[in-house]
């Protein structure tokens, strides 16, 4: 799990190491919120935070990282 300040290379950091990895995934609700409303409100955040866990849940039950 990647936490830092904004424009700090979190982002680079983790599509280069899912690139180098076959069992490392990325999970990024900024896409999350993209692909689902376009954009961000409050009232959304909700189910954009189950999706998210659901899916971590999904790929470590997997056997990913």
Do not use: H, Q
Not at 5 to 21: F, I, N, W
Not at 36 to 41: D, F, L, P
């Amino acid at each position: 799990m990647l936490k830092g300040l904004p424009a700090s290379g979190k982002s680079t950091y983790a599509r280069d190491l899912v690139e180098d990895s076959p069992y490392c995934i990325r999970i990024n609700k900024d896409d999350l919120r993209a692909m689902c409303y376009g954009t961000w409100t409050a009232k959304r955040e909700k189910f954009i935070l189950k999706m998210r866990d659901a899916m971590i849940e999904a790929a470590l039950e997997s056997g990913l990282s």
